[in-house]
């Protein structure tokens, strides 16, 4: 019970990798308020049901200010305090354009084609560019304000951002909006942590690499046996990591191990990003 009695909200959390951050904080005793876009799948509600534990399901476009401040403001009314936020909620590139940018990076690195241009920056249109900004950096900017407003009265918290190796490598050449923003979470990460830790708040960020989430299994179960196999040849152990892999160390980050972490940027990446 490493979070006994502690207030969580994880957004993004009717994603794969938010599911399981979800489940690992009710399992160490937390109260967790987690939101997304879309209501709760019943599904999910029955397994946390059956986990037992206080939760608060929560409808929330994070790109809005306003939404956000709402919130925050069912959270408090519910439990009266925030003692985590883990800044999860997130735009992906799993459109349908994205895939193809994708397939054409992943035949450039693990294939003997000829040295190319992909011409995918040169393609993104201004709304592309800015719908990641809105969500995966606007958005952790909103919820952070709103989160500190809590943290700072009472001198103790603890916020960890969702980042991505695409924020400090070049695993994601396919997506250089995506991987912008991610590294703009990182760099949020770094000066927010150094600003509010001497309040007795800690920040961090957790940047994953590929998580086997039901969106990844649907991008590798389009590919052929032999792309699979030329994909994996990209990630030294092999695999991809499980949600709940990444979920641990969240668990961690939020408990008193990680009492002395701040402002680092932690990878589970299986070696793909070194």
Known sequence: ML?????????GGNGGLGRAIVKAYLAEGAKVAFAGR???KPEFARELDEMGGEYLPLQCDVSSSGQVREMFAKVVERFGTLDILVNNAAKLNTD???AERRKAHYELVTKPVPRHSLQITMNITDEEW??????????????TREALKIMETKKSGRIINIASTAGMSVTSIHSPHYSASKAALIGFTRSVAAEVAGGGILVNCIAPGGIMTDDFSDILGRMTEQARNEFFQMVPLGRLGEPEEYASLAVWLASEGGGYMVGQVISPNGGAAI
Do not use: R
């Open 96 to 98: 349908p354009q994205s």
């Open 38 to 40: 879309h209501p709760m």
């Open 130 to 143: 800015k719908s990641y900004f809105d969500v995966n950096i606007h958005g952790a900017f909103y919820c």
């Open 3 to 11: 979070l006994k009695d502690k207030v969580a909200l994880v957004t």
